[in-house]
């Protein structure tokens, strides 16, 4: 099969869901045979060589304006993408599935990947809500198959639009994997501190967490992994918070540093407002973590009965939680095993890679796509 991805920033992954899911997505395909092409944003892909893993890689400019930069750059791709045959064109991201009745006019086959309900996020205002909006009902319109990673936005859609959406996670690597050395290199010691991965953006939440972090009394570290482009202002807003706490900003960090950063700590935070299935979620589960989310529908969804909620937004009940974890060790241990026994049955990227494969397959050869197909690959 040939199959164009486009509306991603780019692979390899560097941050972001869907970023993480192409990457190890179209690689396991590429592995077994298939022509894969990702469009990938220039100004954030480092890689020199034109194939990573067997995916070809086109790099293309995109205007550096947050409302502006992955609509500029899905409209070349999608100019460049027109002169080869494609069996499939995989947009992720809602923003980008305004180009889908084109696309379909040309008699494209077209599958759109949803994330959160991406008008809903703190970062858009009134105009780009109205688009983001207007964008999903391209995507139900227009696509052969919509892919959504969580079933709490599965069932939204099916309720608010009669549209089945077909379910298919994230996946994640098992296997908590500490090197000291590494920490070291950031100065942190293993189980001593608070993690939290992410974008540095409102819908995030970080400035709850930080928040409930000044209310303890504690000798741990909260560390603080990732940023943003655009989100200046907010970013600022919490070092300014943060100022005369252990808090740790580290920025971005990649590869083997960010996995020991996350095997490293005591508990992983997730203070999401708006989400899907965070990948970084689940990636900390995966490495054995102890986690905290904000109780919001698709949190709870992904942790099971693996980690612990706070009331939505609640600063002093996520304090609470913290401190209940501080001072009970032995619940740390019980739930990093779950978490792990969660992400090795229920998120696993062979799994993924597999569905969507068969998801290609069947809308190639017209057959039907069941929503539930997930449940069915092993």
């Known amino acids: 099969m040939k199959i164009s991805i486009i509306g991603i920033n780019g692979i390899p992954a560097q941050h972001g869901g869907f970023e993480t899911c192409v990457d190890n997505t179209s690689t396991r395909l590429a592995a077994k045979g298939h022509e894969l092409t990702v469009y990938c944003k220039r100004r954030n892909i480092k890689l020199k060589d034109k194939f990573y893993k067997g995916v070809r890689v086109i790099k293309l400019p995109s ?3 947050k409302h ?3 609509l500029s750059h899905s409209f070349l791709s999608v100019i ?9 064109i995989h947009i992720y991201g809602i923003g980008s599935s305004i180009f889908a009745p084109f696309l379909k006019m040309l008699g494209k086959r077209i599958v759109v990947s949803v994330d959160a309900l991406d008008w809903e996020r703190k970062k858009w205002g009134k105009v780009a809500r109205w688009y983001l909006k207007k964008s999903a009902y391209f995507a139900i319109k227009y696509s052969d198959e919509m892919i959504v990673d969580s079933k709490i936005i599965q069932k939204f859609y099916k309720d608010n639009f009669a549209r089945d959406a077909v379910y298919i996670p994230y996946g ?4 908590r994997k500490c090197d000291e050395k590494v920490l070291k290199k950031f100065s942190l010691i293993n189980d001593k501190y608070l993690l939290f991965v992410g974008r540095l953006i409102p819908e995030k939440g970080v400035h709850h967490l930080i928040n409930a972090y000044k209310k303890l009394d504690t000798e741990l570290d909260l560390v603080i992994v990732g940023g ?25 960090v990649y590869g ?4 020991n950063i996350c095997s490293g700590a005591y508990v992983y935070i997730q203070p999401s407002e708006v989400d899907g299935t965070s990948p970084s979620l689940l990636a900390s589960m995966g490495f054995g973590n102890c986690v905290i989310v904000n109780g919001i529908p698709e949190n709870l969804e992904t942790i099971g009965d693996a980690g612990l909620s706070y009331k939505n937004n609640n600063v002093e009940d996520l304090k609470e939680k913290i401190k209940y974890l501080i001072l009970n060790p032995e619940k740390v241990n019980e739930y990093r095993k779950k978490a792990e ?3 090795r049955h229920y998120y696993d990227w062979d799994r993924v890679s597999k569905t969507l494969e068969e998801v290609y397959r069947k809308i ?9 197909l997930y449940e069915f690959v092993n």
Do not use: C, Q
């Open 364 to 372: 190639i050869n017209g057959e039907k796509v069941v929503p539930d």
């Open 256 to 259: 083997e540093d960010y996995n």
């Open 228 to 252: 943003d482009w655009f989100a200046t202002d907010y970013i600022e807003h919490l070092k300014d918070l943060a100022s005369g706490t252990k808090t740790r900003f580290l920025g971005f």
């Open 341 to 343: 026994d969660r992400i």
């Open 172 to 175: 994640a690597l098992v296997g």
């Open 80 to 88: 460049h993408l027109l002169f080869k045959k494609w069996d499939i």
């Open 63 to 65: 205007i550096g304006n």
């Open 68 to 70: 502006l930069e992955t």
